[in-house]
């Protein structure tokens, strides 16, 4: 019987209820050292047990943190007949964690039989396995599965569960009632006096208890002294009494057992015996598992009854016993290179550069397979061992790139630290400078730095290494587009990129190119991303990036084709540190043609993965998108929570390009609600330099509504103004976006019907709300000259596109000018998307595209039964009864 605890084993028993019924999820059990985790953890499992629940179990084991995927393997050698394929996908060095977490899935749902799988100890889990089962753990709504998992507090647990999003439980001490009376059935026969030690020191901490309460009953209360050391070095001290007790032979096979990182005795015993002058037998392990020490199941695999004990033989062996150990280990482990590297890299007395390049090159694979942890501790442990002090500088700052991936702060400003800058190659100098100043930055700087990049750029590319110069560009190129710097700086950047495309064909270097110069080389840039998209033949980051390089020089149709098949490919290679970019880019593209359809689906999937990132600079940037957004469909209210949210987060930068989205959010919001000169007087500041939101990238998508704001309130004259400033632009760049929304604006102002015929013959294939919006206008002009029969094909045409683009607000006003015209317009029925979530909005698209389940669950990284799931309650809610009638219900053609 567990004492307490009744809350929590009332939502554990909620939790299994759930998954036998179809509707599963994940929960974290989280607490300090001792508190209970376990016994919880396997209170849950003997009730999932007992409800007809298959229990999968793993732990995380301290001394394999490094080896991807050594927790999952663990979990699938419980199912050997359900694991097959999920272990071959396993085994390969290419797999990413999101590809591992569709196995597991199939594993999951392989049978009717609903299944719980535990996982203790999260913390030492590797990061292959972390992100897989998180991934899972995510994906369990309609599955017959759930998870449970235990968390010791930290720092590092706690960003591991803030980028999760998991539902956590925090195991708090036991009353005091509840500890006195578990010290009563442990040690019943303690003197009172020496109970209220116990209990003092335990602090209602469960294993402190028992443990405390045990040695004291054995020993006296002196073990409870001193009073001032931490209960979990109490603990430790306790555990390490016990292991001094045991024989010698059997104490060297436990600090072995302790620094290993798998779990199979006989190659324990192996590498014992490399250490250990006396004979060692796989029977020495006997007394440890009979004082309860450890555990040991039939197949002979150990594992330690408290993860305290490992922590507590680890720290209680010196630095040279702990190096024999290891090196031990990698002697035994040759066959297994890769596990056996660490033991190597940890047995190492000194540099060692021939180590230390063989860690970055498997930092460099972990990088590829998308484990940013298991990456940035090879790069660092790499950076220890190098000889040279520029590679050791420089393979700092890839781990200082792997903590910025993971979103990492605190690890960031750790590895910068050590960092020395005077040791560092230019490049890297530079580079380090720059990253410094995004971490602790408190102050949007523009184009400061950019010179001292674009000088490390040109050096790059003098020395004939375009690679590096590439990934520098990589670095710069989007904050250079932000910053819109001197053009003295732009113009020594767009001549090491042209130095470095003369003799590579690098396709990121024109998409960096587009970024850096997007008026002066626009037209060029679109040309040659023109024939990349042709051609086709590129990988996923690299087409997210020929995407952003696509819609910087104003043409936005080609980069939607780019973001969509980045989004695609992306999800297909589970990078979802690139991913949610792109779905940001992909949205915010999709705003500036309108095209709330396409943005709202994709949004929310990338916003919660940069809030969960915690990335100061895309958070924002989702959050405008979304409150353009509403602001097209006339949300207002949403729109304007938005504007603010985004506002109080980048005021305090001070001047910033991303308050341009702010103004983008209100002068939308106020055009939807019918204050044209409120718009007016919002977006006009993005044009003004000396505004802190002016960013004129921004503001060259924004003219078609500054125009249309003009129009409503008359402000012409400010509107010519600016009109005249962007015409030769224009002209330069031959920027899309501007000459659409010029192409209005000019109509605006001429007022004429030649000037309104002109624009609405124009040929605007890709620009659909931008058409829409020149019939509008002229539809209303015609009408408010008495010709309401000329008026009312364009105002139902522009209706009929403002519907099906999303646009509400919009199409709401042309319908509302078309009823002064006489003619009335029903509004159209919009249950193709009112009612579904995202995802259920996704795998409704899919769905109507022909996609089999299998299919779309590969697609959203989901199970064939969840999504079948999906698809039974999207049904309902589109008033349809089968998977056939569903283009028609979403208007697919």
């Not at 359900?82 to 085994?91: D, M, N, Q, S, Y």
């Not at 530079?430 to 408190?442: I, P, Q, S, T």
């Not at 124009?762 to 008495?786: I, K, S, V």
Request: with cysteine.
């Amino acid at each position: 019987m567990i004492l307490g605890r009744r809350s929590e084993i009332s939502t554990l028993a909620d939790l299994l209820g759930g998954a036998v019924a179809g509707d599963g999820g994940a929960l974290v059990l989280r607490g300090e050292a001792g508190i209970g985790k376990s016994t919880l953890l396997s209170h849950a499992a003997d009730l999932a047990g007992g409800r007809g629940l298959r229990v999968l179990g793993t732990a995380g084991v301290q001394a394999e943190v490094h080896i991807p995927y050594a927790g999952l393997h663990r979990l699938l050698r419980a199912v050997p007949d359900l694991a097959g394929t999920a272990v071959t996908i396993l085994g390969s060095p290419d797999t990413l964690p999101f590809r591992a977490a569709a196995a597991l899935l199939d594993v999951v749902n392989a049978h009717d039989t609903p299944v719980l799988i535990t996982v203790e100890d999260l913390q030492w889990l590797d990061e292959a396995s972390w992100e897989t089962l998180a991934f899972v753990a995510r994906r369990l709504g309609a599955d017959r599965a759930a998870m449970v998992l235990t968390a010791r507090d930290g720092r590092d647990v706690s960003r591991r569960l803030a980028s999760a999003g998991l539902p956590e439980v925090r195991l708090e001490p036991l009353d005091a009632s509840d500890a006195a009376e578990l010290l009563r059935r442990v040690a019943p026969d303690l003197a009172p006096s020496v109970a209220d030690q116990v209990l003092e020191a335990a602090q209602g901490n469960p294993l402190g208890v028992v443990e405390l309460g045990e040695a004291a009953a054995r020993s006296g209360p002196s073990v409870l002294l001193p009073n001032r050391v931490p209960l979990s070095e109490r603990l430790e001290r306790t555990f390490s009494g016990l292991v001094a007790e045991l024989p010698p032979v059997t104490r060297s096979l436990l600090l072995v057992m302790a620094l290993d990182d798998g779990d199979d005795l006989d190659e324990i015993v192996r590498a014992c015996r490399l250490v250990e002058p006396r004979t060692v037998r796989h029977e020495d392990i006997d007394p440890a598992v009979a004082t309860r020490l450890v555990q040991m199941d039939d197949r002979l695999r150990v594992r330690f009854r408290h993860p305290l004990l490992r922590s507590a033989l680890s720290q209680s062996a010196t630095l040279m016993q702990r190096r024999r150990v290891h090196a031990a280990l990698a002697e035994i482990l040759a066959s297994h290179p890769e596990r056996g590297l660490w033991h190597r890299a940890a047995a190492a007395n000194g540099p060692d550069e021939e180590l230390a390049r063989e860690l970055t090159e498997t930092a460099f694979q972990a990088g590829r397979r998308q484990v940013a942890g298991i990456a940035m501790t090879a790069f660092e442990q790499a950076a220890r061992l190098s000889e040279d002090p520029a590679a050791r500088g420089s393979r700092l700052l890839a781990a200082v790139d792997m903590a910025s991936e993971q979103g990492d702060d605190v690890a960031n400003s750790r590895l910068l630290g050590e960092i020395r800058p005077h040791e560092l190659a230019p490049a890297d100098r530079a580079a380090y400078e720059f990253l410094l100043e995004m971490l602790h930055g408190n102050r949007w700087s523009g184009s400061d730095r950019l010179t001292t990049l674009a000088a490390a750029i040109e050096a790059q590319v003098a020395a004939g290494d375009t690679g590096r110069a590439a990934n520098l560009l990589d670095m710069i190129a989007l904050r250079t587009y932000f910053a819109e710097p001197d053009p003295a700086v732009v113009a020594r950047l767009v001549a090491a990129v042209d130095q470095a495309m003369a003799v590579s064909d690098d396709p990121l270097l024109p998409a960096q190119l587009a970024l850096i110069a997007p008026i002066s080389r626009g037209a060029d840039c679109r040309r040659r991303l023109r024939e990349l998209l042709v051609s086709a033949g590129t990988d996923p980051y690299t087409t997210y990036q020929l995407g952003l390089g696509a819609g910087t020089t104003g043409d936005l149709p080609m980069a939607s084709e780019f973001n969509a098949a980045a989004v695609v490919g992306l999800r297909a290679q589970g990078r979802l540190g690139v991913l949610y970019r792109a779905q940001i880019i992909q949205a915010s593209h999709a705003i500036y043609l309108g095209d709330v359809r396409t943005a709202l689906p994709v949004l929310p999937e990338g916003e919660a993965f940069a809030v969960r990132g915690g990335h100061r600079n895309w958070v924002p940037t989702a959050w405008t998108v979304a409150g353009a957004a509403a602001a097209l469909i006339g949300d207002l209210a949403e729109a304007e929570r938005r504007a603010a949210a985004t506002e109080a987060v980048l005021l305090p930068l001070g001047r910033n390009p991303l308050l341009a989205g702010v103004r983008q959010i209100r002068g939308l919001a106020a055009l939807a609600a019918g204050r044209p000169a409120e718009a007016f007087a919002e977006l006009r500041r993005v044009f003004d330099p000396a505004d802190d939101s002016c960013h004129l990238g921004t503001g060259l998508f924004l003219v078609g509504h500054l125009a249309e704001a003009a129009a409503g309130c008359g402000a012409t004259a400010g509107l010519r103004r600016i009109v005249e400033e962007l015409v030769p632009i224009a002209e330069e760049s031959g920027h899309p976006a501007l000459l659409a929304g010029l192409g209005y604006a000019q109509a605006v102002l001429a007022d004429s019907a030649e000037a309104w015929e002109k624009a609405v013959g124009e040929d605007l294939t890709g620009w659909a709300f931008e058409q829409a919006r020149r019939q509008h206008a002229y539809g209303t002009w015609l009408r408010r000259r008495r010709r309401p029969a000329d008026s009312r094909p364009f105002l139902r045409a522009a209706a009929a596109t403002f519907d099906a683009l999303g646009a509400t607000a919009w199409a709401d006003r042309s319908r509302a000018e078309l009823r002064a015209s006489g003619e009335s317009l029903r509004k159209p029925s919009d249950a193709a998307t009112t009612g579904l979530t995202p995802q259920e909005t996704q795998i409704a698209l899919l769905a109507a595209e022909g996609l089999s389940n299998q299919a779309i669950g590969e697609r959203l990284f989901l199970s064939p039964r969840t999504v079948s799931t999906h698809l039974s309650r999207i049904y309902p809610k589109l008033g349809i009864r089968s998977r056939a009638e569903l283009a028609r219900a979403l208007r697919l053609t």
